[in-house]
């Protein structure tokens, strides 16, 4: 996923602050529960946004959108012989989500100094939901199908900064949109 970083005001020298203004767009490896071959898929992306609540906490905003069509023949004993078959996903995923950001958490419980300019740890919760549209297509058969799916789910993230401005980020775990997400970050 890509995750752009925004701070109205000069950015500090942490990787994350207290009065961030986060905002994202990234691409995520989602789990596919159909077999066979796709003749069409979309990567699943995600936009967010998330303000540095407290010095370990953000939270804030996403919405994420994938879809796939898949397309097969089969052939069946009486006529039309060969019948065409379609099926295509597509899904809208929108919500909350909160980040516990650990270095500034572990410097300060344990007097440490974890260098924090360039790298922020994280973990992160999702609550929201999935709006699924699901449409199958047999010979003259069409069925539309409409799905909610919950999210709701712990990951967690690393985001490194190569400037004080920009940086990359990796999640891994329950997310918006898929198992594992990787991005860009920026910090204004």
Do not use: W
């Amino acid at each position: 996923l890509l995750t752009c970083m925004c701070n109205f005001s000069l950015a500090g020298n942490d990787a994350y602050e207290q009065g961030d203004i986060i905002l994202g767009a990234a691409i995520s490896f989602r789990y596919f529960v159909y077999y066979g071959g796709y003749s069409s898929a979309s990567i699943p992306v995600l936009v967010s946004g998330e303000y540095g609540f407290h010095k370990y906490v953000s939270g804030g905003v996403f919405a994420g959108y994938q879809n796939y069509r898949y397309e097969d023949y089969y052939n069946q004993n009486k006529p039309p012989y060969s019948v065409n078959y379609t099926y295509s996903y597509s899904s809208i995923s929108v919500g909350v989500k909160g980040s516990f950001h650990v270095f500034p958490f572990i410097n300060d419980q344990f007097n440490t100094k974890v260098d924090a300019s360039r790298m922020d740890a994280y973990a992160t919760a999702y609550i929201g939901n999935t709006f699924i549209q699901y449409n199958t297509s047999s010979g003259y058969i069409r069925n539309d199908i409409l799905k909610n799916r919950p999210i709701v789910g712990p990951g967690v993230g690393f985001r490194y900064t190569f400037t004080p401005m920009f940086g990359a980020f990796a999640e891994a775990g329950v997310g918006a949109t898929g198992i594992a997400t990787i991005g860009l970050a920026l910090k204004l």
